[in-house]
């Protein structure tokens, strides 16, 4: 018995050491990117290992506000990041209910032709998407960053999952009370789904504050970039190479902010977004 | 199998209600196609609609200009996709070689993101750990944060002044330049263990070799400017596949390990032997979203590299990219998206078929 416990101590303790020694992998990166994005530009050149800035400046933040486009981004990916959050929470879970619960005609191949959807890399529609918004001759404009996006397969897939997992008994209470499909779903379905609204609403959030490649094919002009366009613009572009980090890293630590915050307050939601994401492979 | 909903009866004493109101069958029906409206019209003007307009350009020599439907448009039937196959010239050796570049980096990314996410997602899981929220957190935030913006940071640890530079100087190791060492890993190695010179590989191995490139060129392993790619992915990535094997290990019941524990197996036959075949779904899932996902990289080669050094960080996908948008041959650009799609569609369907063939195996073994 004794054998067993000093054993189980030390894989306890061997856990532990994997544990803090993995935990400083996946987030000292992160001390890196904040920490030096406050210190002078020789000082990130020469510490980038030190976490703490000697001396402490706000001079990257300065410059990116100031010599940058950045407000510009910013307000570009908030005002892309609300619309296409929006839209993908009305959209995705009226689809969602119509699926799990609307008995019509063709509902059954719709479904299929939505799993189908989702198993197309989007990669792959990278050109095609550039042909068809050049072709409709809304290329480059706020129209083509967010209506593309406003729909997304796996958040239909989500909802209907979800839907579908509610009793049906409310809904046909509502129902032999006499209420339509339209007001059945928003004042009584929808206050119910409130865990999976507040699931899809993050992982559109997240998306689409994120979104890099398709901002590439639908927009051109700088004042339509977003923030990973423009940050991506301002590393491989007119700033050249291997300067002005703290400045880079400034830029890349506000559009991890927003993200992290949400994290934060809502980790648990995340985590059941990525474990939905597993249930429809 | 039909594909409407059980039809109601025509006549229900409900629909037979006094007026002239459509029937509750017709109503469901137009109830149904108004909720999935908006979601049918984007997915098929922004999903299948482009996906045919591609198949039509990847025929074609568009260059951009104008609509691609014009008359005027040359029409080429297969070549974009010839000559990335049959043809000898820069089209099919830029195709070959971003084939090589993603083929390795699959090779490396899948597994080492598969293992280190069971490994952590099996330490994470053991109860006698405290703090697991904490470290859950701290392994899957990675994962959330923006691909540009990690990218910046990971440019920044591995520039040649950088953190990783400095950390494997204190323990006096000269670190390569990582950004611009376009030389091949496998290269390295071979030339390492004394086999090949990689500055005078042996002419067997570079007088030839199929679709364009030498054997000396497919052999290259991914350059060391591909690791720090890789590296980052997996870093980000292992943390949304640990939170899959975790939930896969939280349903297996503790009673199933306890027997384990009481029939005397040890720690590591326990997990080989009871929590592994368990997994399997999980694992299956794993590696077949590990393979798509890993052959779409595109986002990190945008802005760590752009496919430099030497070409070795050239990907299918930002090769399409790059020849679509850069040098505006928009028939060669698609024609690569088309065959990338091939080669996920391919690869998946393989890997399935190999998981499922192994199945009976093991079983008409184990019994």
Known sequence: MKRRDSRSLASTFAGYF????FALVFLYPFVIQVANSLKTEPDA??????????????GGYEKVFLNTDLPLWLGNSMLVTILVTAGRVL????????????????????????????????????VPKFLVLNQFGIYDSYTALVLPLIVDAAGVFMMKQFFESVPVSVEEAARIDGAGVWRTFWSVVLPMARPALITLTIISFQGSWNEFAHTLVAVQSPELFT???GIADLVSGSLGKGTQYPLKLGAAVLATIPVAVIFVVFQRYFVRGANEGAEKG | MADTAPAPAPVSPRAARPGPRLSAAVRENIAGWLFVAPVVVILGLFLLLPILMAMWVSLTDWNGQGSPFRSGVPFVGLDNYTRLFTEDGLARQDFMTSVRNNFYYVAIVVPAQTVLALGLAVIVNNR?????????????????TSSVAISVVFLFIFANSGAVTSLLKLFGIDGPQWFSDSRGVLHLLLGGLGLVDP???PAALTSGGPFGLSWWEWLSGPSVAMCTIIMLVV??????FMLMFLAALQDIPVTLEEAGMLDGAGRWQQFRHITLPLLKPTLFLVLTLGLIATWQVFDQVYVMSQGNPAKTTLTPAFLSYQTAFRSFEYGSGTAISF?????????????????????????????
């Open chain 2, 339 to 367: 065959v990338l799609f091939a080669i996920i569609v391919v690869l998946a369907l393989l890997q399935r078929w190999i998981m499922r063939d192994r199945d009976p195996a093991r079983r008409t073994r184990r019994s």
């Open chain 2, 235 to 240: 870093w980000t990535t292992s943390g949304t």
């Open chain 1, 45 to 58: 050149a020469a510490n980038a290992l030190s976490p703490l800035p000697h001396p402490f400046t706000t």
């Open chain 2, 128 to 144: 006698m750990l405290k703090g697991k929220t904490f470290f859950r957190a701290a392994f899957f935030f990675p994962s959330v």
């Open chain 2, 199 to 201: 500055a005078d590989p």
């Open chain 1, 227 to 229: 923030l990973p366009r």
């Open chain 1, 18 to 21: 994997v544990l803090v020694f």
């Open chain 1, 91 to 126: 959209l995705c879970s009226m689809a969602g209910y119509a699926l799990a619960r609307v008995r019509f005609r063709g509902r059954k191949a719709l479904f299929s032709a939505v799993i189908g959807v989702m198993a197309v890399p989007p990669v792959v529609l990278f």
